[in-house]
Every structure is written in structure tokens, then in C-alpha cells.
């Protein structure tokens, strides 16, 4: 199973918008509604930000909002802000009762 | 509150065995698959593998880089969840991280335990 594919990298200015995509497969992005989002400082434990593609946990901020078009899924940060500045990582079910992660994407504040 | 403590990585050589341990608080651990990810420096998320609760028969699940190798286990009485590392290789240094499933996503996780596999 091959990790799902993300930018290295995704900058935006505080207010704006970002989009951060992650691609995967008809095995596992592209046949479940499984797709989860993740903030991960480095040293830390991740924090769960989306799951079941675009349902937020109680806690986590409504500038969070999740998407899936086909194989690709998508996060979106608006009104983005200093504390956002980290690392991001997608995760799907996949087939053969398994996961697989994206590559992750550095976010950065400009 | 849900809490989930790693402990038991280190230092190993390689072709040697280590055990980790995964406890858990704050929840009936016993209502819950558990999951390891581990992290390589420098690199990605990777998942390890599952055990299912024993509702659903605790049956476990792992990616290829470690099926055959690694064992995951669990221990409801003691809210525990353990991953036994055998025949380690350099490529399996890594931070390992627990992680509660919650339906089917990884909803709780600990800071990890690091393991480093190195002669």
C-alpha cells in the first residue's frame, strides 16, 4: 500500500485560505468515507481534526472543514492563523482491513 | 479524560526483540480497537497494524513491513495494549505511537515511545 500523496509544503497569510489535497487510490481515498485529518507538532501526539471526511470532533475549530472529490481528499484552513503553523497528515481505510497515511504537509504562516 | 502512555522503546540491536506497552485511562478500554503508527526521523506517519476489540474477536491487522515480525496484543484487565517487535531491522527505528480507534479512525493518541534499532 503506497502513502497517499500530499504537497511537501503549503503557505498562506494569516486570514487567508489554504487548501492542503491528498491523493490516493479507487483501494482507498477513491472507496471509502474513511478520510482523516490529523495536526501533528513534532514531539507531540497528533490531534484528530477531521474524520469521516468532513465531520469535526467536538473541540476542534470550525475554520477546519474537510472534502473528498473521487480518489483526492481535501482539507481546507481558513482565517489561518499563527498556531497553525505545523505539520498535517490525511489517513484512509483502505482494503484488506488496513490504513494508509499521506506524506504529510508543513504548513507555514507567512 | 482519554489518556494513552507509550513506554518500553530504547535502544536495540539488530535481529533482537522489544516490547512496547500502551496504557490506557479515561475510557472502557475493553470497547476499543488499538492501533500503533509509528515515524521514522525525518519522514511520515506509517501505520503498524490493529487489534480489534474482543466484541469483535481481537483479531489483529498489519502492514507488510511488519507482518510476520510484529505482534500486537492486548491485555483488557489491565487496559494494556502491547506491540512485540521481533528480528528488528535499522529501517524499524522510528517513534511508535498508540492510538485508540474510534469506529474507524484514530481518534486518541500518545507522544510515543522511541526505538532505535542501530549494532
Known amino acids: 500500500q503506497s502513502a497517499l500523496t500530499q504537497p511537501a509544503s503549503v503557505s498562506g497569510s494569516p486570514g487567508q485560505s489554504i487548501t492542503i489535497s491528498c491523493t490516493g487510490t479507487s483501494s482507498d481515498v477513491g472507496s471509502y468515507n474513511l478520510v482523516s485529518w490529523f495536526q501533528h507538532h513534532p514531539g507531540k501526539a497528533p490531534i484528530l481534526m477531521i474524520y469521516?471526511?468532513?465531520k469535526r470532533p467536538s473541540g476542534v475549530s470550525n475554520r477546519f472543514s474537510g472534502s473528498k472529490s473521487g480518489n483526492t481528499a481535501s482539507l481546507t484552513i481558513s482565517g489561518l492563523q499563527a498556531e497553525d503553523e505545523t505539520d498535517y497528515y490525511c489517513c484512509s481505510y483502505a482494503v484488506g482491513s488496513s490504513y494508509v497515511f499521506g506524506t504529510g504537509t508543513k504548513v507555514t504562516v507567512l | 479524560e482519554v489518556q494513552l502512555v507509550e513506554s518500553g522503546g530504547g535502544l536495540v540491536q539488530p535481529g533482537r526483540s522489544l516490547r512496547l506497552s500502551c496504557t490506557a485511562s479515561g475510557f472502557i478500554f475493553g470497547d476499543y480497537a488499538m492501533s500503533w503508527v509509528r515515524q521514522a526521523p525525518g519522514k511520515g506517519l506509517e501505520w503498524v497494524g490493529f487489534?480489534?476489540?474482543?466484541?469483535?474477536?481481537?483479531?489483529?491487522e498489519y502492514a507488510a513491513p511488519v507482518k510476520g515480525r510484529f505482534t500486537i496484543s492486548r491485555d483488557d484487565s489491565k487496559s494494556i495494549a502491547y506491540l512485540q517487535m521481533n528480528s528488528l531491522k535499522t529501517e524499524d527505528t522510528a517513534v511508535y505511537f498508540c492510538?485508540?480507534?474510534?469506529?474507524?479512525?484514530?481518534?486518541?493518541w500518545g507522544q510515543g515511545t522511541l526505538v532505535t534499532v542501530s549494532s
Open positions: 469521516e471526511v468532513s
Open positions: 487489534i480489534r476489540s474482543k466484541t469483535y474477536g481481537g483479531t489483529t
Open positions: 492510538t485508540r480507534l474510534s469506529s474507524s479512525w484514530h481518534d486518541y
